[in-house]
């Protein structure tokens, strides 16, 4: 999920986060590579603009989803 927090970001803020939650990191230069990909992909999009993860020979590509496309990849809750 991406929220609009009204500061600009870094990867390295995002990965302070990961750190700070505990969770494992298996290469901290691929994990702060896709996180730097993600943050910058994020620049194509407008507020309010639903978003999917494709894979691509470069790792992942962020798509904007129609709205027929909406729900339809939601997580199990």
């Given at each position: 999920?991406?929220?609009?927090?009204?500061?600009?970001?870094?990867?390295?803020?995002?990965?302070?986060?990961?750190?700070d939650?505990?969770q494992?990191?298996?290469?901290?230069?691929?994990?702060?590579?896709?996180?730097?990909?993600?943050?910058?992909?994020?620049?194509?999009?407008?507020?309010?603009?639903?978003?999917?993860?494709?894979?691509?020979?470069?790792?992942?590509?962020?798509?904007?989803l129609?709205?027929?496309?909406?729900?339809?990849?939601?997580?199990?809750?």
């Amino acid at each position: 999920m991406v929220v609009f927090v009204g500061t600009e970001i870094s990867e390295n803020d995002v990965f302070a986060k990961i750190l700070d939650s505990g969770q494992k990191i298996k290469s901290v230069e691929l994990l702060l590579r896709n996180l730097e990909d993600y943050l910058h992909q994020t620049n194509n999009f407008k507020l309010g603009d639903m978003i999917g993860v494709k894979p691509s020979t470069d790792g992942f590509e962020l798509i904007k989803l129609d709205k027929s496309d909406r729900g339809k990849n939601k997580l199990p809750q």
